[in-house]
């Protein structure tokens, strides 16, 4: 099956911008907020695997399927986990770089189960949920390195994540964040 072109663009503007086409301002999500957020979206997320039949057809052939975006959200989201631990035990990490576009492809994410990849987000966000929940204030500051230079604090490293699965979910149902 042939890949869409890979993402190059740096979305680290969506940390300061309000994102015009999922409508997420992530900048302004406080991190109790997020926690909320990533669970809701979730909740969507796993219904959308298991309750679409027709969740791993690709709307057009270089336009990944809900199955594929699905497994794409599943990965980020024990990434982040991963990387958040990491901020909060070492003092300002860099991180490896992810090549989403080659995990995709190694993963056969088209190929995947739905209702596997759906329990695999419902388990790894509630893990990351309760992480998230478990975070003290000053601990929001707390710093990390992205292995292209992009430097994150907690906060805004769990806006970028929000944007992510958001942004995500708008590419699959053109659902605007505020609605």
């Known amino acids: ?33 997020v926690a909320d957020r990533l669970e809701a979206a979730a909740v969507e997320w ?4 298991t ?8 709307p057009a052939p270089l336009v990944w399927s809900p199955l594929e975006y699905g497994a794409h959200v599943r990965d980020a989201i024990e990434l982040y986990d991963a990387r ?3 901020m909060l035990v070492e003092d300002n990490p860099t991180f490896k770089n992810w090549d989403q ?3 995709a492809i ?17 388990g790894y966000s509630a893990t990351l949920v309760a992480r998230i929940r478990a975070l003290e204030e000053s ?10 230079g992009a430097e994150f604090t907690v906060r805004t490293f769990l806006q970028y994540l929000l944007h ?3 942004h995500h979910l708008w590419d699959v149902t053109g659902q605007q964040a505020d609605a």
Do not use: H
């Open 106 to 122: 190694v993963g056969d994410y088209a190929s995947l189960d739905p209702d596997q990849v759906a329990a695999e987000i419902a």
């Open 46 to 49: 796993v219904q959308i695997l």
């Open 101 to 103: 576009d080659e995990a």
């Open 139 to 148: 601990q929001f500051d707390r710093r990390g390195t992205r292995s292209d």
């Open 1 to 33: 099956m042939e890949q869409p072109p890979p993402d190059t663009k740096d979305w680290t503007w969506t940390i300061q911008l309000r994102c015009p086409d999922c409508g997420l301002e992530a900048g302004a999500v406080s991190v109790p907020e």
């Open 84 to 86: 958040l631990v990491m």
């Open 164 to 166: 992510d699965i958001v």
């Open 51 to 58: 309750q679409n039949p027709a969740a791993d057809r690709r």
